[in-house]
């Protein structure tokens, strides 16, 4: 990574994206999310990836979930991309905002129509009773739509985590590995200060 410094992040993230999705055996868009609650209380989670641009990283989530309970308290996150195949890892910490009407409208019409029913008939994050509660409510809901357009729920979208820091790792022998941090102060500025950082 001798010329990294010299680039920008999200080609770069999207180059080592590319990558993983020759070489990883399940979702290579899986990351870590790291939020906390209003107490300070930290929590993390797998979610799926749903695109990036140079105004951040987006996942879409039921709005009355753990984590999006956490993220309305407490608008900022970090993610952790951990490639095995590749031996890499990517860590973002940034600010969150929602993503907007029309993007999450066009990203839920893209999903299967099991993926659009189940997320009306789950209750993310409450206690279930059993499986069997599960099934009939998405039943219940593949009914109430039969064979037409399945609408987003209101309490489904998106978040977006504008990064403030971007952290580039790659594996080294004898643990002398290489990490390189780009950061800035304003998510809006393109501007990036790039370090190198003992392993």
């Known amino acids: 990574m001798a010329d990294i410094k010299d680039r920008d992040p999200f080609e770069i993230f999207g180059e080592w994206l590319k990558e993983a999705e020759k070489s990883e055996p399940n979702d290579p868009n899986a990351v870590a999310l790291a939020t906390a609650n209003a107490d300070g209380q930290p929590a993390v989670r797998m979610v799926l990836l749903k695109g990036y641009d140079p105004q951040g990283f ?19 996150a970090a993610m952790l991309f951990h490639w095995k195949s590749l031996r890499r890892q990517v860590r973002i910490e940034g600010s969150v905002s929602s993503v907007t009407t029309e993007e999450a409208d066009e990203y839920f019409a893209s999903r299967a129509r099991g993926s ?43 978040y977006r985590i504008a990064p403030k820091r971007i952290e580039f790792w790659k594996d080294g022998a004898f643990r002398l590995h290489d990490r390189h941090v780009f950061s800035r102060q304003d998510p809006s500025n393109a501007n990036w200060t790039v370090e190198q950082l003992f392993p």
Do not use: C, M
């Open 58 to 76: 987006v996942f879409y989530t039921n709005l009355e979930s753990n984590k999006g309970q956490d993220l309305t308290a407490n608008p900022q």
């Open 116 to 158: 659009q029913i189940g997320a009306w008939a789950s209750e993310q994050s409450r206690p279930l009773a059993g499986r069997y509660d599960l099934e009939k409510r998405v039943a219940a809901f593949t009914a109430k739509f039969g064979i037409g357009t399945v609408p987003r729920p209101d309490h489904w979208s998106g």
